[in-house]
C-alpha cells in the first residue's frame, strides 16, 4: 500500500497570509490526525478527524482548522498566519480496527512564514 | 503540554554498542509507543506495547513498561550509523479508552547518534 502523503512538502508564506495543507492517508484508513512540530515546543497534536467528523481538537487558536473529505482526505488551514506558525505540520492516519493504534505519519509539509 | 519526557535529550554512541532511552509520563495510558524521527522528516512506528505488558521486543529493539514508575525504556542492542535519529516516546491517554477518540501525546525525544 502507498504510504501517507502529504502536500505540499515545502511552503513559504508570509505573515497574514493564509495556507491549506493536504493529506492523503493509506487506503482504508479512516482517521487522520494532524501535528505541528517545532523546535521549541516539540509534536504537538493539532485535530484527529475520522469519518469526516472533528473527534478531537488540541490546544490551538482558531486560526488552525481542517476537515476531511468522504473519501479520507483532510486539509488542514492556518489563517493570518504568524511567525510562530513555522514549523513541521505532520498528518497521520490510523487503521479502523479494535486493539489497533499506531499511527502512520507522512514526510511533512515544512512552512515557513516570513 | 507534554505528557512524556525522554531522557537523556541526547546520546552519542560508537557503532555496536547498545543504546538506552528512556520515557517518563504522568497520566494512566492505554498504551504506549516508540517512534523514530530521521532529520526533518516524518516519523516512523517502531513499536507499541500496551498497559497490561512488561516488556516486549521487536528485532534488536527491547521496550520495557513500568505503569507503577509510569517509565518506559526503550533498548536498541548492536547500533548501527543508520540508527541516528530521535526518538520519541508517545503516549495513548486512558482518557480515550474506547476509540470514540484518539490523539498521541509525544515526549521531546532524544537524538541518538551512532558514530561509526
Known amino acids: 500500500k502507498a504510504g501517507v502523503t502529504q502536500t505540499p512538502r515545502y511552503l513559504i508564506k508570509t505573515r497574514g497570509q493564509q495556507v491549506t495543507l493536504s493529506c492523503s492517508p493509506i487506503?482504508?484508513?479512516?482517521?487522520v490526525s494532524w501535528y505541528q512540530q517545532t523546535p521549541g515546543q516539540g509534536l504537538q497534536f493539532l485535530f484527529e478527524?475520522?469519518?469526516?467528523?472533528?473527534?478531537n481538537k488540541g490546544n490551538f487558536p482558531g486560526r488552525f482548522s481542517g476537515r476531511q473529505f468522504s473519501n479520507s482526505r483532510s486539509e488542514m488551514n492556518v489563517s493570518t498566519l504568524e511567525l510562530g506558525d513555522s514549523a513541521l505540520y505532520l498528518c497521520?492516519?490510523?487503521?479502523?480496527?479494535?486493539?489497533?493504534?499506531?499511527?502512520?505519519f507522512g514526510p511533512g509539509t515544512r512552512l515557513t512564514v516570513t | 503540554s507534554q505528557q512524556g519526557e525522554e531522557d537523556p535529550q541526547a546520546l552519542s554512541i560508537q557503532e555496536g554498542e547498545n543504546a538506552t532511552m528512556n520515557c517518563s509520563y504522568k497520566?494512566?495510558?492505554?498504551?504506549l509507543q516508540w517512534y523514530r524521527q530521521n532529520s526533518g522528516r516524518g516519523l516512523v512506528h517502531l513499536i507499541l506495547?500496551?498497559?497490561?505488558?512488561r516488556e516486549k521486543h521487536s528485532g534488536r529493539l527491547r521496550v520495557t513498561l513500568d505503569t507503577s514508575k509510569k517509565s518506559s525504556s526503550l533498548l536498541i542492542t548492536a547500533s548501527r550509523a543508520a540508527d541516528t535519529a530521535s526518538y520519541f516516546c508517545?503516549?495513548?491517554?486512558?482518557?480515550?479508552?474506547?476509540?470514540?477518540?484518539?490523539?498521541?501525546?509525544f515526549g521531546k525525544g532524544t537524538l541518538l547518534t551512532v558514530n561509526p
Open positions: 497521520a492516519s490510523t487503521p479502523k480496527t479494535s486493539g489497533v493504534y499506531e499511527q502512520y
Open positions: 487506503s482504508g484508513h479512516r482517521s
Open positions: 478527524y475520522f469519518s469526516e467528523t472533528q473527534r
Open positions: 497520566t494512566s495510558i492505554n498504551n
Open positions: 506495547i500496551r498497559s497490561n505488558e
Open positions: 508517545a503516549t495513548d491517554p486512558l482518557e480515550t479508552r474506547g476509540g470514540s477518540n484518539y490523539k498521541l501525546t
